[in-house]
């Protein structure tokens, strides 16, 4: 069971790394907002096993420690997306000084 868990865990970090280094760099940052937001089913499942009252108290750490990180994962997700999507927003200014610095190029 170790073994074959091992061998997953392995391959599933190289096709990570064949996909990755697949994409352009202009879709890096929201290629990995958009994982940390789905790293909730994480959150989700450290929820749902701790709900069903898991034993032992380093189990119980764990959680809470996945569960900790998994927020902190899902919060950024959604912080940097919301960050990188403000960057496409127009500013309420800027349309009114491109028109004027047309104006000054004729």
């Known amino acids: 069971m170790l073994v074959q868990s091992l061998a997953i865990l392995v391959l599933a970090g190289f096709v990570g790394f064949v996909v990755i280094s697949k994409v352009p760099n202009t879709l890096h940052t929201p290629l990995m907002s958009g994982t940390n937001a789905i790293h909730g089913i994480v959150l989700l499942g450290a929820l749902i096993v701790l709900g069903q009252g898991a034993e032992g108290v380093l189990n119980k750490v764990l959680l809470v420690i996945a ?26 200014g800027a349309k009114a000084q491109q028109g004027t610095s047309n104006g000054e190029r004729r």
């Open 67 to 92: 569960i900790t990180f998994g927020t902190i994962n899902v919060v950024g997700g959604f912080l940097v997306t919301d960050r990188m999507l403000g960057m496409f927003k127009e500013k309420p």
